[in-house]
Nanobody
Framework: QVQLVESGGGLVQAGGSLRLSCAAS????????MGWYRQAPGKQRELVAA???????NYTDSVKGRFTISRDNAKNTVYLQMNSLKPEDTAVYYC?????????WGQGTQVTVSS
């Protein structure tokens, strides 16, 4: 079993930055994929960004050029650097891990961007 613990959410003004972190409770063997999803009120959960243990990354179009996902495999941690935040980025952000054909989720962290 793996637990994912997120941190770094909060309230920020439009144009500001936040950095989310997510640490896994144990060593995660390759191959695996870690990423971030978000869910705004009344909307479906959507993938924001993901990074594989092999180094590949992908982003949803709305965050390209503003958000950067990175990993520290030695620390079993994934980060999401969010710059130029917009009010439409407001959502609960969930860390995710796909490993050994199982999906794991963090508890979620609120990101609120004020206009």
């Amino acid at each position: 079993q793996v637990q994912l613990v997120e941190s770094g959410g909060g309230l920020v003004q439009a144009g500001g930055s936040l950095r989310l972190s997510c640490a896994a409770s144990r060593r995660i063997l390759s191959p695996n994929s870690m990423g971030w999803y978000r869910q705004a009120p009344g909307k479906q959960r959507e993938l924001v960004a993901a990074a594989t243990s092999g180094g590949s990354t992908n982003y949803t179009d709305s965050v390209k050029g503003r958000f950067t996902i990175s990993r520290d495999n030695a620390k079993n941690t994934v980060y999401l650097q969010m710059n130029s935040l917009k009010p439409e980025d407001t959502a609960v952000y969930y860390c995710s891990l796909r490993w050994a054909n199982k999906d794991y989720w963090g508890q979620g962290t609120q990101v609120t961007v004020s206009s």
